[in-house]
């Protein structure tokens, strides 16, 4: 199998019930996380991907490390990161 994978940037947007506080929701994310805030006694509804919003990633942005790696016969033959292999 031959293929590339990419990796992106992509929003996620949670629901929350019209009667969340959700000043008081932002604070306890500030403090303590995100995972603390989705859940169903605190408003959580859902959670939707925007994938409108999909942007590709550069090694910058990922801490130097790759964002494209190309595979043949499902080898990584060529990544762009900072320690990127040769290509073959």
Same mark, same amino acid.
């Given at each position: 199998?031959?293929?590339? &994978?990419?990796k992106v940037t992509v929003w996620n947007r949670l629901t929350f019930s019209e009667d969340t506080d959700m000043t008081a929701l932002a604070k306890e994310i @500030? %403090?303590?996380g995100l995972d603390e805030a989705i859940d169903d006694a605190k408003g959580f509804i859902e959670s939707e991907t925007l994938? &409108? #919003? @999909? !942007? %590709?990633? #550069?090694? &910058?942005?990922n801490g130097k490390a790759s964002t494209i790696e190309v595979y043949q016969?499902? !080898?990584?033959i060529w990544e762009n990161g900072e320690n990127a292999l040769q290509q073959h």
């Open positions: 199998m031959n293929y590339i &994978d990419v @500030e %403090q303590s994938y &409108d #919003t @999909e !942007e %590709q990633l #550069t090694p &910058d942005d016969n499902k !080898e990584l």
